[in-house]
């Protein structure tokens, strides 16, 4: 016998209030730390795929757009720009790189984008299996594309227009995998890389057959100025957006403004951008975590109202315990363990709701959006909330415990029910 | 009952003091060797649950001076006279309880923990045989019957073999039978147990069960 089996003894003789204050503390508990994971997760997951682009150059539209839809692949383009403003910006002094993609295409919901071999390089992405990209309607597949579509090298597909999946306007050019790449856990994991070559192609193709398919008589004569004109034809090529990164702030600091200015594209920030877009989603987050604390709250009272109810209701037990020898420190501690118990067993339960719970949030993400999260562990973060915890529960004991002080042993006693 | 030779338990000139009641109570002089008993008889309102509490150090008097086996309880500092108590008392209150969330055994265990005591399970065992109270060993305490209660409550007060074991009105709301049982088995286990034997009542039923009285 010890002061922990009184405790734990104590706590399983009351079980409905035991459960009522474990389950309230444990839920926001989890509320807490889930909350504050996902979003640190999620934050750490965009800036991550950040890399190191600084700049991104698109159509004129939003700028959050822009970069949700050419750095995260979650939005649709703003428009298309011409490839001759990729190799003017290319040949700025202050640019260290310009890395045009054109994507508008999927496969089975996988985004293709067209773009140059410096693009795995942002991601740092290395190849698994076979080779870059290096003539058109190759494809490298990005890690989770090539798992979730069961591609291997020298495998064929034909692509579909637009960013999601449908059967009904396939191009009729079939891709050919060439290459697989290693996990990122990036945004590159999601994609299937090509060249831009190949994305012209396909739709140069169907252009060209909207062209033919009035009068087939024509068709070689067609073909013949085509090729005539195929270099002028470079010149007119668009893609979606360019990727840029500077060789020093200055870049940064008048580039923006000043293509924002004087052209018909736009430059937007992506860190800028996702701060904006944090500090919307941010609103969401303090709700919740203000929720949470107000539980965090109700559940401490709730431990304080069992606790004072239990010394109240069990004062001739306590008193009985001072006869057999236990000194008030005693009895502080056998209250205060059972005040302990509950918010350490609330902790590890609480702990746990919130992985389990993002575990379906992160799974959900990956049904619905095709976004891998990994949860990032910030142990500071936990620790203040941890903390946190502690000392509102500590504070609710203390005053649970506080009338065992004033505990008339003698009166108790002799006022025997 | 004055005796030149040891005396295992001695007040002397004790008064307390309710300060709300503004009530003075002065009790009489006990001087008890060892194994000798004593009843102190008195009606209700005399003071006779205060002289139980000032005995068992549960109280402090306004003067005087309570000595157990030598100790004057009330020199002893808290934690000191929370570790005598645990050792060398046990008290049977009138109506007897124990601690409700735990089972017969586990309270006899948590008496021996706060008296920093420890017995064999057999020992334990063989109490709860003598108190016929095996059969109810794991039973919670809200679970018992009034007399199982009551054996309880002795058991309580000799399981960790003290020196004095003092019982308030332990026979005040019993028929004779249970009267004459309850007696009994407390004279029995403070016998066994080599204590002196201290009961305060109102009731004068037991009256024959001791050499000594005293009227409050």
Known sequence: MNNWIISIKNLLHKPLYTFLSIFSLSISVGLLLGIQQLDSSIQNQFTNTLGNIEMVVGAKGSPLQLVLSSILHLDNPTG???????????KNPLVKTAIPISYGDNYKGYRIVGTTTAFSKIYKAQLLKGKEVENSMEVVLGNDVAKKLNLQLGDTFLSSHGLTENAIEEHEKSFTVVGLYKPTYKVIDKLIV????SIWDVHNHEENEIEEAPDEEHREEKVHEEHEHHDHKHEDKEVTSILV??????????????????????AALPKYELDRLFRFTGVGVKAISWIAYTILLISCITIFISLYKMVRERAFDLALMRTYGASNFQLFRIVALEGILIVVISL???????QIGLYFIVNLFKSQFQQEIILTFSTTKMLNNVFIVLVISIVSILLAIFPLLKMNVSKILSDEK | MQSTKFKMVQTNNLTFEYKKKEAVFSFPNIHLQEQENLLILGKSGIGKTTFLHLLAGILKPVSGSVLIDEVDINTLSHSQLDKFRGKSIGVVFQKNHAVTSLSV?????????FSRKTIKRSEIDSLLNQLDLIETKNRRVNELSEGQLQRLGIAMAVVHEPKIILADEPTSSLDDENCTMVMRLLQQQAQKSNANLVVITHDARITSSFKNVITL
Do not use: C, H, W
Request: aromatic share 14%; no cysteine; charged share 15%.
């Open chain 1, 348 to 354: 590890i339960f609480g702990f746990l709701f919130s």
């Open chain 1, 80 to 90: 298309n720009i011409k490839y001759s403003e990729v190799e003017k910006l290319a």
């Open chain 2, 105 to 113: 055994y586990d309270n006899l265990k948590a008496r021996l923990f």
């Open chain 1, 245 to 266: 990164s500077f060789r020093n702030p200055m870049g940064l600091m008048t580039m923006p403004r000043n293509i924002n200015a004087n052209s018909t594209m736009q």
């Open chain 1, 194 to 197: 090509t060249n831009l070559s």
